[in-house]
């Protein structure tokens, strides 16, 4: 399968700071990605679609001025959280779906997450 | 509306056990896909089998089997002899040809097996 990372892995901020996550596809281009939010021992939650070059697609009730999302590139989307409160604090897991890079320009159409990232506002 | 539940919070078995998980879904498409998803302590989701809602044959992979029967609408997941590394969370998602990117997950189920 496809390969996702996300960067970082853990962080932890004060209330009132920005804090930007990557989500990379490694091996394929992610022509769309996707955002999620876990509470602990809760499901994902989809937060926002979006596609390369375009603007994210936002879920009902997700802030869109609070969580911006940038897909700039087939390979790179980041989440910025902005002004971040504890509230927010919550496990963030980005998929993607593309083409992958060899000649055959194989094409995945189920969703390939990356390892999440684990955000904590003091 | 789409939904998918999954009933059993959490299970724990002792290895070698046979354990089912179960996976009822809601949807008012007639092309749809179903999901099983692996999450394991370190937080990745690990895609386990994707079935269309056109194909009812059950799937065996290894230890691993799944069950559809759209008549319950139900797509049950069944680990044989279970191990200590099967110990995760474990999703069934559905999405639908409407909009088949979406992936509408149920609340998981926690599997806990003891050596």
């Known amino acids: 399968g496809a390969v996702v990372s996300q960067h970082p892995s853990w962080v932890i901020c004060k209330s009132g700071t920005s804090v930007k996550i990557e989500c990379r596809s490694l091996d394929f281009q992610a022509t769309t990605m996707f955002w999620y939010r876990q509470f602990p021992k809760q499901s994902l939650m989809l937060m926002a679609t979006?596609?390369?070059?375009?603007?994210?697609?936002?879920e009902q009730g997700v802030e869109k001025d609070k969580f911006l999302i940038n897909h700039a590139s087939l390979t790179l989307s980041t989440l910025t959280v902005t002004s971040a409160h504890p509230e927010d604090s919550s496990f963030y897991i980005c998929?993607?779906?593309?083409?992958?890079?060899?000649?055959?320009?194989?094409?995945?159409?189920?969703?390939?997450f990356g390892p999440g990232t684990r955000l904590t506002v003091l | 509306a789409q939904k998918v539940t999954q009933a059993q919070t959490e299970i724990s078995v002792v290895e070698k056990e046979d354990v089912t998980l179960d996976c009822v879904y809601e949807t008012r498409d007639t092309t749809y896909y179903l999901f099983w998803y692996k999450q394991p302590p370190s937080g990745e989701l690990v895609f386990l089998i994707r079935?269309?809602?056109?194909?009812?044959q059950n799937e065996i992979s290894g230890r691993y089997s799944w069950n559809f029967q759209k008549s319950t609408s139900s797509f049950n997941f069944t680990i044989t002899a279970s191990q200590v590394v099967d110990s995760a969370v474990y999703f069934c998602?559905?999405?639908?040809?409407?909009?088949?990117?979406?992936?509408?997950f149920g609340t998981g189920t926690r599997l806990q097996v003891f050596p």
């Open positions: 079935r269309n809602s056109f194909d009812e």
């Open positions: 979006s596609n390369e070059g375009s603007k994210a697609t936002y």
């Open positions: 998602a559905l999405s639908e040809a409407s909009n088949t990117d979406k992936l509408i």
């Open positions: 998929s993607g779906i593309g083409t992958g890079l060899g000649r055959e320009r194989r094409s995945y159409n189920e969703q390939f």
